[in-house]
């Protein structure tokens, strides 16, 4: 990597199907069958391809004289296409179902992906607990109405009950 590849790792990258392709053909990239990302095997549209190129050094998203990607990028990269375990949150509103949240994990790390405008969208990695915590943020809760309950518990079942 040049030392001109900068790049906020912080942030997501947006992929179009064309520099997905070209990420294979240089990388050796795979996708399993559980992987959102649609990798085919041979990809004949070389100026797309070539465009592909550009776009990403133009993005710092690989190195300007090698075309090697950035290495947060194939580790996202890595990460869709052969995960160990997806996550899932689907939300219901009036116009049907729809995906709030979808993560891919791999080794612990969890990637948010979405598909939107013919580009996938890797977001920066995640630790479950930054995960659960978005998910916590949008399930429903009831809030609370003083529903107070009164027991009586003997001194033994007040001991068993603070264990």
Do not use: N
């Not at 906020?8 to 294979?24: C, H, I």
């Not at 689907?90 to 969890?110: K, N, P, S, V």
């Amino acid at each position: 990597m040049s030392a001109s590849m900068t790049l906020d790792v912080a942030a997501g990258f947006r992929l179009s199907p064309a520099e997905l392709q070209l990420l294979a053909f240089t990388g050796d990239l795979h996708a399993e069958e559980e992987s959102p990302l649609e990798i085919h095997e041979r990809y004949d549209d070389t100026r797309a391809l070539e465009r592909a190129a550009r776009r990403m050094v133009d993005r710092a998203l690989a190195d300007p004289e090698t075309l090697r990607p950035h290495r947060e990028l194939v580790r996202r990269l890595l990460i869709l296409s052969q995960p160990d375990a997806r996550v899932v949150l689907i939300e219901r509103d009036q116009h049907g179902a729809r995906r709030a949240l979808e993560f891919y994990e791999r080794a612990g790390a969890y990637v948010p992906y979405r598909f939107e405008g013919g580009e996938h969208d890797l977001g920066a990695p995640r630790a479950i607990d930054e995960v659960l915590r978005e998910i916590a943020e949008r399930l429903p809760t009831r809030g609370s109405f003083g529903d107070f309950v009164y027991i009586t518990l003997s001194s033994a079942e007040y001991f068993a009950f603070s264990l």
